[in-house]
């Protein structure tokens, strides 16, 4: 059996998390590189084998409980621990939402109800299911990394109008950090919140200043971090921010 330490990235067939995969990899870790989409993962996960990596594909829709079950069996089945969980896998639909054209303020309304509930299945319930079964997990093991890639988007602090369910669930997601914090931390399981900053990926679109690499930067550090780093803290470049 490998001694690798064994890491789950969601979201990993592209943008933060591809390049999460990839990073995690070279510095020694056996990569589970999660996607909704199977063919496409596998795809990536050859392209990162071919650059002499150690990384592996899984089918994974964080929306569906079953298909978090189904991974949760399945690592469980073969390897029984899981050192590091990057809940990356994100969606940020209000942008297309909120530049429609809406005649009617009941459209608004219903819009901004399904956007909001679509969002927070993916940002907030997946990441809280998968924190709520490999959390204990890693309890059992005593060691754990959870990363919830959360954004500045969420922070209380700067609270505003505009990318009403992203926000809304960053906030949500920022909680969930907390409440797992609390839960695991007695058991060297460390939980943080980061902001990879504004990341040129497809959600971040081509104006965004910083590259890919830049803002995993900070997932690879919440990754990695020693016995009794912090946790429960929400950062951006390794560096504590406000919530
Ligand atoms: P991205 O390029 O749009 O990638 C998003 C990833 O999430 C894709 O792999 C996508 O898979 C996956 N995903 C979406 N819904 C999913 C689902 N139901 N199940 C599994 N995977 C799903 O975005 P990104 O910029 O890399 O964002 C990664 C994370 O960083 C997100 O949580 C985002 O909120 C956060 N973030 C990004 C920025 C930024 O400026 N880019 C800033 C702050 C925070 P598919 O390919 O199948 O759609």
């Known amino acids: 059996m ?3 330490r064994l890491a789950l990235v969601t979201g990993g067939n592209r943008g933060l998390g591809l390049e999460t995969c990839r990073q995690l990899a070279q510095k020694g870790f056996q990569v589970l590189l999660a996607s909704r989409d199977l063919m ?11 650059e002499g990596l150690d990384v592996h594909s899984f089918q994974l829709d964080v929306a569906d409980p079953n ?11 073969r390897w029984n621990r899981l050192e590091v969980l990057v ?20 459209d608004l309304f219903r819009l901004h109800r399904e956007n909001i509930l679509h969002t927070f299945q993916v940002n907030v319930l997946g990441a809280f299911e998968l924190c709520d079964r490999f959390g204990l997990l890693m309890q059992e093991q005593r060691y754990g990394r959870i990363v919830n890639v959360s954004s500045g988007l969420g922070q209380l602090s700067q609270m505003q109008d505009g990318f009403t369910a992203y926000r809304i669930s960053k906030a949500a ?20 919140s980061i902001c ?3 990341v040129k990926t497809d959600m971040g679109g081509p104006q965004a200043p910083r590259s890919i690499e830049e803002g ?8 990695t971090l020693p016995e009794n780093g912090p946790t429960g803290g929400f950062f951006r470049d390794g560096k504590l921010i406000e919530w």
């Open 216 to 223: 995993v930067l900070g997932i690879i550090w919440a990754a």
């Open 2 to 4: 490998s001694e690798k």
């Open 173 to 192: 997601l920022n909680a969930v950090t907390r409440i797992f914090a609390s839960k695991f931390k007695d058991y060297d399981v460390l939980v943080n």
């Open 40 to 50: 496409i993962g596998e795809k990536k996960a050859h392209e990162l084998q071919a």
């Open 67 to 77: 298909s978090i079950k189904r991974i949760y069996d399945e690592i469980r089945n």
């Open 196 to 198: 990879p900053g504004w």
């Open 87 to 106: 809940n990356n896998a994100g969606i940020l639909i209000d942008q297309e939402q909120e530049s429609t054209e809406v005649h009617h303020l009941e």
